[in-house]
């Protein structure tokens, strides 16, 4: 199996601007997270999805930032409108559940916005 | 609430020497318990995992053991190499039966020669 895919690998934008992330999870596995890494703050789950159904979106920091899962092979997370602040590495992972199931992250998103 | 703590880095240690990478959980009911690394400019990786008390995870040199009676998964390995350099975290999986993981702050590893 290819692994979890993301893409863009990197993203430069301007403030204000739109920015979509994508995800490709690994296939068979039921669960999607998408997670956010700074230097502040760490490592932070923003949301997660079972069977393409959001079950937990607490960590999401805003109303600019929305994720969505049409199917159970593509996920994106969109911020709009992006503001410098956003820049992070945006990771996604998936694992197919069993309550003790390892996740699986891809290589991440690196975002900056001027 | 579940919660991770991890000791602090950078921890700079000459090749061959000794490593210990604290953590302790706190917990309700029985999670699994992990350890990921991330070599720079990567994702996180599984390196190793435990699923009940007393379980020793081990991979590529490194072990931990779940130990309930003090809450903790120390991540060890006898001899490391500069090719072990990375950033460590400690995770705990979630006990209400979802897949969440909760995650330490991570611990930066050098190995130097």
């Known amino acids: 199996d290819a692994g979890v895919i993301q893409s863009p690998r990197h993203e430069v934008t301007e403030m204000g601007q739109e920015v979509t992330l994508r995800c490709k999870p690994i296939?068979?596995?039921?669960?999607l997270f998408w997670y956010r890494q700074t230097m502040m703050r760490g490592l932070e789950l923003l949301i997660y999805f079972n069977n393409n159904v959001p079950i937990d979106d607490s960590g999401m920091p805003e109303d600019r930032f929305s994720a969505k899962m049409p199917n159970a092979s593509f996920s994106t997370l969109k911020i709009q409108p992006s503001e410098p602040r956003d820049s992070a590495v945006y990771f996604c992972?998936?694992?197919?559940?069993?309550?003790?199931?390892?996740?699986?992250f891809g290589p991440g998103t690196r975002l900056l916005v001027l | 609430g579940n919660s991770v703590t991890q000791m602090e880095g950078p921890v700079t240690l000459s090749e061959e020497a000794f490593l210990t990478i604290n953590c302790t959980y706190t917990a309700t009911g029985y999670p699994s318990l992990f350890w990921y690394v991330q070599y720079p400019g990567e994702g996180l990786q599984l390196l190793l995992k435990a699923t009940k008390a007393d379980d020793k995870g081990s991979n590529k040199g490194f072990e931990a053991t779940y130990r309930k009676e003090t809450t903790s998964f120390h991540l060890e390995k006898g001899s490391v190499q500069v090719s072990d350099s990375a950033v460590y975290f400690c995770?705990?999986?979630?006990?209400?039966?979802?897949?969440?993981?909760?995650f330490g702050t991570g611990t930066q590893l050098k190995v130097e020669l």
């Open positions: 296939s068979g596995h039921d669960y």
């Open positions: 995770a705990l999986g979630d006990t209400g039966g979802g897949n969440k993981l909760t």
């Open positions: 992972a998936s694992t197919d559940g069993g309550g003790r199931a390892t996740q699986y």
